[in-house]
């Protein structure tokens, strides 16, 4: 009878463990399951949830980690397969934004056009890698990156100065295509102690004007994307999105870089509440309708929420939401959106 009690005992605490251990993510995701899971042999970021593609955003993502992890194998390896297969366009120094596989079997360039938050990351994550592993070849490749993105991107607007998403199809008539999550503070105050321009300083003071119009709705939250009007009002691009969502999480990862802006809090405060009511946050907000998503949010949106309570100081929270991130990405297996935000956000680049 002794013995079967406490093997019940054995039982109901190995039962414990391995409840605390998937609650808490215990067992840990980190930099090296990253690079198993979405790193192939030959340095390209793969993203399987869009048959198998990379992004410059994705490379970028890979660079930035690696230099977190100070991993430069890892990083030497992703830069050269990015500038080899994506650094192709003629007459810039910017990067196709899509490769794949094409209609005819063929794994090229999807797309020409760029995007401008994958060339800023890309430039940034050089630049960082050259302040850590001092190679020189870095520091030029950033500088030509930046110097690419303020000659080809920048549109000046009533006396404002501003990134595009992307070269083209982003201007309608008049009024500008915005896209809040591209607007990434501390790198443009990198990018420009290598492209030492005045610009640099307008493109910061705009992008916060540009951040504090694009909070829309009773939760007061960045829209995914956003039209600049002519007047210089702005409006949820609806044949877009009219949502807070896939794109807009990373607004919070972003500002947390730059340590919490407040901008920014009160949307916090929203979404907060709101997963302490219902233990979950949604996968979207329609600004429109002020209405919620059923499905739920993917682990590495917890984790940049996390990462901006943090920043302005409120671990309750963050630590709260860092758990129900820990808990959700051992089952994200093919989600590298998800994994990079959640690894991002537990990295320092934040001054």
């Known amino acids: 009878m002794r013995y079967r009690f406490h093997l019940c005992l054995l039982f109901l605490g190995l039962v414990q463990l391995v409840s605390f251990c998937v609650c808490s993510g215990a067992f840990g995701f980190g930099w090296n399951d990253y690079k198993k899971r979405f790193l192939s042999s030959d340095g390209r970021i793969v993203d399987f949830y869009q048959n198998k593609i990379s992004h410059s955003e994705g490379q970028a993502y890979g660079l930035l980690l690696a230099v977190a992890n100070d991993d430069k194998q890892a990083f030497d390896s992703i830069w050269h397969w990015t500038k080899s297969n994506l650094q192709l366009r003629k007459g810039d120094k910017l990067f196709c934004w899509s490769w794949g596989k094409r209609p005819n079997g063929s ?25 850590k592993w001092k190679d020189p070849c870095f520091e030029q490749a950033a500088k030509e990156i930046a110097h690419s993105i303020r000659k080809q991107l920048v549109i000046t607007k009533d006396g404002s100065s501003m990134i595009l998403p992307g070269y083209y199809g982003f201007v309608d008539g008049k009024d500008l295509v915005i896209n809040p999550s591209y607007i990434i503070p501390n790198a443009y105050k990198d990018l420009s102690q290598l492209d030492r321009s005045k610009e640099w300083k307008d493109i910061l003071a705009c992008s916060k004007r540009l951040l504090e119009k694009s909070r829309f709705g009773l939760w007061l939250l960045p829209a ?47 979404l907060w509440s709101f997963f302490k009511k219902n233990r979950y946050l949604p996968e979207s907000v329609n600004l429109k309708k002020n209405c919620v998503s059923i499905k739920e949010c993917p682990a590495g949106a917890y984790a940049a929420l996390s990462s901006f309570a943090r920043a302005i100081g409120r671990n309750d929270a963050a630590a709260d939401l860092a758990r129900m991130a820990d808990g959700k990405i051992e089952y994200e297996k093919d989600n590298y959106f998800s994994a990079s935000m959640y690894l991002l956000s537990k990295a320092r680049f934040f001054k």
């Open 107 to 131: 794994w090229q360039v999807i797309d020409y056009n760029n995007a401008a938050d994958g060339d800023v990351l890309i430039a940034w994550a050089l630049y960082l890698g050259w302040k």
């Open 224 to 270: 995914d994307w956003v039209l600049l009007k002519s007047d210089g009002k702005t409006t949820k691009l609806h044949k877009k999105s009219p949502r807070f969502g896939y794109d807009a999480w990373r607004v919070f990862l972003y500002m947390s870089w730059s340590g919490g802006d407040a901008l920014f809090v009160e949307g916090f405060n929203r």
